[in-house]
């Protein structure tokens, strides 16, 4: 059982940075592959990052070479620092786990979301 908690969202101006942390409980954290996906007011989920237990990234293109997905398996902490930021980015952002799954997937542990609003 893998339980993941955000934090770091809040209340940013276009252009601005926010850093999105996801803590994991669980000694096999390294072991799973680790996303973000985020989910817009009346839009469907959708993924934003995702990151191989053993480091490899991908990215959605309406975030690569703005976003970075990284982690620490010795914090237990995967992270999404968000750069130049847009009103289109303002959404509920989760952190999602998987021991298989990676990329666009369907994962087996979500955390609870944590709310990133960009002001224009």
């Known amino acids: 059982q893998v339980q993941l908690v955000e934090s770091g969202g809040g209340l940013v101006q276009t252009g601005g940075s926010l850093r999105l942390s996801c803590a994991a409980s669980g000694r096999t954290f390294s072991m799973y592959n680790m996303a973000w996906f985020r989910q817009a007011p009346g839009k469907e989920r959708e993924f934003v990052a995702a990151?191989?237990?053993?480091?490899?990234?991908y990215y959605a293109d309406s975030v690569r070479g703005r976003f970075t997905i990284s982690r620490d398996n010795t914090k237990n902490t995967v992270y999404l620092q968000m750069n130049s930021l847009k009103p289109e980015d303002t959404a509920v952002y989760y952190c999602a786990g998987d021991r298989t799954k990676f990329g666009p997937a369907s994962y087996e542990y979500w955390g609870q979301g944590t709310q990133v609003t960009v002001s224009s």
């Open positions: 990151i191989r237990w053993s480091g490899p990234a």
